[in-house]
Structure formats: structure tokens, C-alpha cells
């Protein structure tokens, strides 16, 4: 039993941060990847940025490239995903997903078995 629990989410202006957290509660010593998706109204959701748990290999959708950090602290398999440079196109509600599927990828929702309720952010400009 595993279960995901975000939160950091919150109203911000364009151009500010946000860090956001997922804690993961129950076993977890066989997590392959954790990863962060997001869906604003309208659109579909998204790949925003994953971790290989293993190896520390990372993926982020280009839209967020170079202004938003994925990482995983062991210790407690606490995920975060560090947002900078904020621009009212990454308001959206925010997932934070667990796989334990070797053969899967981390950057494909169909990959993922566990998920979180979602944390709203939203930028204004």
C-alpha cells in the first residue's frame, strides 16, 4: 500500500518560484521512477519532468527545460520538483505518480500504478 500526498502548490506571480513535494507514505524500496504531470483547463496532461530513482536520470518537457528541477531525496522517497522563472503557462493542477515497472519509462503516464490528488498552481502575469 503506497499512496502520494503533494503539496506546495499555491498562487504566484510570473517570474517567481515554487517548490513543490510529493511524500510518499507505505513501501517504497521498489520504486523504479517518480515523475510530475500537470493538466490546465483544456488540455491534456502533460509530462513535466521525471527521475529514474536508480540512476538519477532525469526527463523534462521542453516547455520547462532549464527553468524547472526534478529531485528525489532517498531517505524518505520524497519527490520535488523545483519551478523557477514562472510564467502563467504553467498554471495548471500538478500530479506527482510512483512506477514500479522496470520495462516502463518514467516520462509516460501509462507507466505509473500509484498517484497523488494534485496541487493547484497558478501564475499570474
Known amino acids: 500500500q503506497v499512496h502520494l500526498v503533494e503539496s506546495g502548490g499555491g498562487s504566484m506571480q510570473a517570474g517567481g518560484s515554487l517548490r513543490l513535494s510529493c511524500a510518499g507514505s507505505g513501501y517504497t524500496s521498489s520504486t523504479v521512477y517518480m515523475g510530475w504531470f500537470r493538466q490546465a483547463p483544456g488540455k491534456e496532461r502533460e509530462p513535466v519532468a521525471c527521475?529514474?530513482?536508480?540512476?538519477?536520470?532525469?526527463y523534462y518537457v521542453d516547455s520547462v527545460e532549464g527553468r524547472f528541477t526534478v529531485a528525489h531525496d532517498r531517505a524518505d522517497n520524497t519527490l520535488y520538483l523545483l519551478m523557477n522563472s514562472l510564467t502563467p503557462g504553467d498554471t495548471a493542477v500538478y500530479y506527482c505518480a510512483q512506477g514500479f515497472e522496470p520495462a516502463g519509462y518514467c516520462s509516460r503516464a501509462e507507466s505509473y500504478t500509484d498517484w497523488g490528488q494534485g496541487t493547484q498552481v497558478t501564475v499570474s502575469s
Open positions: 527521475i529514474y530513482i536508480r540512476t538519477g536520470d532525469t
